[in-house]
């Protein structure tokens, strides 16, 4: 600040604009202003709620124009105090740093890079600008290898017993994307793994796939990694799961790096009053897993455990209810409600187009020549600008839109760039933070439905991508301003099943003041929970669930209906009504939001012998028999368990998550109770994720023993005699082992309930797997397809407790989005009857939302027929506008002149 001079330039580049009453008279206030005092003289001040880089870490474009170099938010020092009701610590991780790593070379061999290092070398905004060159030579690497587990399961080179969770998949998506930024035969990418861990939603089909893409992986740990010649490029040196010992010579190392506790933890842990566990994360309860011992203090994220993107956004959610929850009271009293300028009445107006171009990294402009395109754009009729950006997304390209949209009278605009489905919102406030109608955009999606389509084929891609370009110009010549219509919001829920997630979201949501209605279809509330003794974290599962159980039916703000079936469902986000069956009997509700939480059940199995020997049990029942006949279990002298059974394989290409925790634990209290028993675990991958690898370990030290199968050589069980017999191939003997089994416990897969019903009510979608699909796996992982829904528990996946609490959690932060205004917007895309309209009803019969219906008016006295449209059912589809033979339905938004412009543009390129 002592260089500063005063000389406003900081105010003038600043984007954000706060209030147009500057008391100094100087300009209109900005985040960064200059500021006197009597005691302090002219100089910058920051406004740290309205700053883009302090409120989201983007701009700083008042750094980059200061002509003297006085502002650097690095040194910044001012203390800001704010009192708060709750706090959410979200201070994320570190990554492991390997220099400490002698025998990987890490800081001395130039090709030897950590995986977030090689993550850069990838990006667009990398020092290559997303060129792969390896940093010995700054030459393409062709043969790459990625270390797996470097910084995590081991206590001999770092303390990092846990497993870091998302290394496995970000080698495997680096692995996939390397292949596609590098070309010719003599490719090849190496994964070294310990376990491969792709236990997430959809995790175990990118794992296969890239498999089918030549990914090669080999289950080794390498021990050496030396220089190549003249340093540069590598050879590991390993050894095979056969004990064969290997040289492989490879152009760049790739060093999987874990997640580590941030450096200030423990500081951080000192100031706030909050435990932390023996790797410095934030402790929690599996029943209250983002709540620290200190109330009102909450934590989401890495700072709790390495996790995912999506359970880390999860989380985050999560952590919002339960500080909303804390803060209920005060709801509302320092809300303040985003202002737009008044729209620009746009009629009689020339049509001033503008073209936004997006690179998107190299998602597109590694594929797409899209400074080629963005010249053919200017060719276009009526485009008076074209920009292309390098993220078009980006904070500072959307003041960039808004700034071009007002000096130079835009009143249309169209971007090149990926799917409306995420990103069409963003734009739209955009265009209406410019004063245009948020309609008055289009969206070419030359990302996935091109470049990521015809990666191969650069000028194919190019092509099409002008084809796109030029059907959304003569789109969007067509697009006229629509208005948006409000409905009131029904301010209750209703939660779809009475399991840990049902229960947890309805209790959250009457908690923060919303009546509930909680539907079971069996007699009994609690589902699977009541086949768990005890968490990964050896917490007593029963007492919590009848406590919890209690507290829910003894709400007042939760009705509970047993023995229930939602029969119909009519309505739209906000305003939902259906009837339900209670016993034989129908009641009537309506509702704002719905969180489905079906669960799940345990796969029953079809190998093994199960049903033929009663010594083979699933899980579950091996759980009942070690509550009820403890004593009995105790003498056995064996017991085997066989994990993935049903999954991970054709058909149920998926991890089941739970189950090697379970197994583990399971063979630990066998050990407990006779430490002589024999006790082995057949696995293909132990999949114990985070800090259930201390499981993974105890268990090791007490003396099971841990067998990998494949599923090419699967266990084979036979009965001999009266003895039951499991035979496995050991992949270090190389040879068959027969164990004696007097127990045989099936890792049974975990399987949805049929959906069926649900889908049809609600227009939602499941996977392949039969689990409910979200609106976006990362950006919104608790919201359904369908606007109003939220899934949480085993019906979006299998998960342990600890995350169908935090999903429930997630699911009433995002339903109270909704729940907490009192009427909300709907989108504008709806149909509407024209003149044309004879009353035929065919739109009657193709609409799913039954949001259409026949009226009957006169006209001169004649009787008439014609559609109405429910806009606050119609969901803008279409189904009804593409029936019509007489073009009587029209879409606003899709209406016939504006597809027959894009169809007439796609004709002009034949």
């Not at 206590?155 to 495997?172: D, E, L, P």
């Not at 074209?386 to 249309?412: P, Y």
């Not at 009942?624 to 003498?635: H, P, Q, S």
């Not at 004696?740 to 009510?761: F, G, M, R």
Request: a neutral charge.
């Amino acid at each position: 600040m002592d260089k500063c001079i005063a000389c406003g330039v900081c105010a003038q580049k600043c984007p954000k604009k706060v209030d147009d009453d500057y008391n100094a008279g100087i300009g209109k206030r900005k985040a960064i202003y200059l500021k006197y005092s009597q005691t302090v003289p002219l100089k910058y001040a920051i406004d740290p709620e309205n700053c883009l880089y302090l409120a989201k870490g983007k701009c700083q474009a008042c750094v980059k124009f200061c002509p003297t170099g006085a502002i650097n938010f690095n040194d910044r020092e001012e203390v800001v105090t704010r009192s708060v009701g709750a706090v959410i610590l979200a201070p994320g991780y570190r990554a492991f740093d390997p220099s400490g790593l002698g025998p990987y070379g890490y800081g001395t061999i130039a090709d030897v890079v950590t995986g977030l290092e090689y993550e850069r070398l990838l990006s667009a905004g990398g020092p290559n600008q997303g060129h792969l060159l390896r940093p010995s030579d700054r030459k393409e690497p062709k043969k790459i290898a990625w270390i797996q587990c470097v910084g995590s399961r081991s206590t001999h080179n770092c303390a990092n017993g846990y497993c870091s969770t998302v290394c496995c998949m970000y080698a495997v998506k680096q692995a996939i994307v390397t292949a596609e930024h590098v070309q010719g035969d003599d490719v090849g990418q190496t994964i070294f793994y310990m376990d491969l861990r792709s236990h997430n939603k959809e995790f175990e089909r990118y794992f296969e796939d890239a498999k089918s893409k030549g990914v090669r992986f080999i289950r080794s740990r390498p021990h050496t990694i030396l220089p190549g010649k003249n340093n540069i490029g590598v050879k590991l040196a390993y050894v095979t799961e056969d004990g064969g010992r290997r040289e492989e010579a490879f152009d760049l190392a790739v060093l999987s790096v874990g997640l580590e506790a941030p450096a200030d933890a423990a500081a951080m842990a000192e100031k706030f009053g909050i435990d932390l566990d023996r790797y410095r994360f934030a402790r929690t309860s599996s029943f209250t897993p983002v709540a620290t011992n200190r109330e009102g203090i909450y934590v989401c994220g890495a700072f709790q455990a390495p996790k995912a993107i999506p359970r880390s956004v999860t989380d985050a959610s999560a952590a919002a209810a339960a500080a909303a929850t804390a803060l209920l009271e005060g709801r509302g009293t320092l809300t303040k409600e985003k202002t737009y300028p008044p729209e620009r009445e746009i009629q009689g107006e020339e049509l001033r187009i503008g073209v936004f171009v997006c690179s998107c990294g190299i998602n597109i402009a590694g594929v797409v020549d899209v400074k080629d395109l963005a010249e053919y754009a200017r060719s276009l009729p009526h485009v008076a600008f074209v920009e292309n950006n390098l993220f078009t997304c980006s904070t500072d390209t959307q003041v960039l839109i808004a700034g071009k949209i007002k000096e130079l009278g835009l009143n249309r605009i169209v971007i090149a760039a990926c799917t409306p489905r995420t990103h069409e919102p963003l734009f739209q406030d955009t265009l209406r933070e410019a004063g245009l109608n948020a309609y008055l955009l289009e969206m070419a999606n030359i990302r996935n439905q091109n470049s990521w389509v015809h990666q191969k084929d650069p000028a194919f891609a190019t092509r099409k991508a002008k084809d796109q370009l030029r059907m959304a110009v003569a789109k969007a010549a067509e697009d006229y301003p629509l208005e948006q219509m409000s409905v009131p919001v029904v301010q209750k829920a209703l939660v779809i099943g009475g399991g840990v997630a049902g229960l947890t979201a309805a209790l959250e949501l009457a908690d923060q003041g919303y009546p509930t209605m909680l539907m079971e279809k069996s007699d009994k509330l609690g589902g699977n929970a009541w086949h768990l003794t005890k968490t990964w974290k050896c917490e007593e599962v029963r007492p919590w669930l009848s406590g919890l159980i209690a507290r829910v039916e003894n709400h007042p703000r939760v009705q509970v209906r047993k023995n229930a079936t939602l029969k119909t469902v009519t309505g739209s986000v906000g305003n939902f009504a259906g009837d339900l069956d209670v016993g034989g009997r129908t009641e009537n509700l309506t509702f704002g939001i719905a969180v489905l939480a079906t669960g799940g059940k345990e796969y029953q199995p079809q190998e093994y012998l199960y049903g033929a020997d009663h010594r083979v049990m699933t899980h579950q029942q091996f759980d009942a028999e070690l509550r009820e006949r403890a004593a009995a279990v105790k003498k056995a002298g064996s017991a085997v368990f066989i994990q993935c059974v049903g999954s991970r394989e054709p058909g149920r290409m998926y991890c089941s998550r739970v189950c090697c925790t379970h197994s583990v634990q399971s063979a630990m209290r066998l050990k407990e109770l006779n430490p002589g028993m024999k006790v082995f675990v057949l696995y293909r991958d132990m999949r114990t994720y985070g800090q259930r690898e201390d499981l993974y370990t105890r268990a090791r030290e007490l003396g099971v023993i841990f067998i990998r199968y494949d599923l090419e050589s699967k266990p084979r069980v036979f009965q001999a005699g009266k003895d039951l017999k499991v035979e496995v191939v050991d992949p270090i003997l190389a040879r068959p082992v027969t164990l004696a089994a007097d127990y045989l416990v099936l890792a049974a897969a975990i399987v949805p309930h049929e959906q069926q019903d649900l889908q049809e009510l609600f227009k939602c979608s499941v996977n392949a797997d039969g689990f409910f699909n979200e609106a976006h796996p990362k950006l919104r992982p608790v919201d359904l397809t369908v606007d109003g829904l939220f899934a949480a528990g085993l019906c979006h996946h299998p998960k342990p407790l600890d995350e169908a609490v935090s999903q429930a959690q997630a699911a009433v932060a995002r339903a109270g989005v909704i729940l907490a205004k009192d009427e909300m917007q709907l989108d504008a895309i709806k149909s509407q009857a024209t003149a044309a309209c004879d009353g035929c009803a065919l739109c009657l019969d193709v609409c799913p939302y039954r949001a259409i219906q026949l009226e009957e008016y006169r006209d001169n006295g004649l009787a008439h027929k014609r559609i109405i449209t429910d806009k606050a059912l119609c969901k803008g589809c279409g189904l009804c506008e593409a029936t019509c033979p007489k073009e009587g339905v029209t879409v606003h938004g899709f209406t016939m002149g504006q597809l027959k412009a894009q169809v007439d543009a796609v004709i002009e390129a034949l």
